[in-house]
Nanobody
């Protein structure tokens, strides 16, 4: 069993920045990769970024490449999503996911980009 605790969401102006954090606890040795997803009203949930626990291989959605950076701290069982140059289109509920032996989701954190 893996539990995920997210933090860092909030309201930010266009062009601003936020850093999301996701701390995993429990059977963390079962984690293969951790990811950030987002879902805006009326849209499908999309994968934003992912990173493997071993090796640190990253993957990004085309819409966030060059602006968002996913990173990990295995000692803390935590992943981060640094979001720069935020756009109104980035407004969504952001969810942390851990997959491997188990598949766990965080509760989500709201990111709103607005003037």
């Amino acid at each position: 069993q893996v539990q995920l605790v997210e933090s860092g969401g909030g309201l930010v102006q266009p062009g601003g920045f936020l850093r999301l954090s996701c701390a995993a606890s429990g059977f963390t040795s079962s984690i293969y990769a951790m990811s950030w997803y987002r879902q805006a009203p009326g849209k499908e949930r999309e994968l934003v970024a992912s990173i493997t626990r071993t090796g640190g291989t990253t993957n990004y959605a085309d819409s966030v490449k060059g602006r968002f950076t996913i990173s990990r701290d295995n000692a803390k069982n935590t992943v981060y999503l640094q979001m720069n140059s935020l756009k109104p289109e980035d407004t969504a509920e952001y969810y942390c996911n851990a997959r491997g032996t188990f598949n766990s989701w965080g509760q989500g954190t709201q990111v709103t980009v607005s003037s």
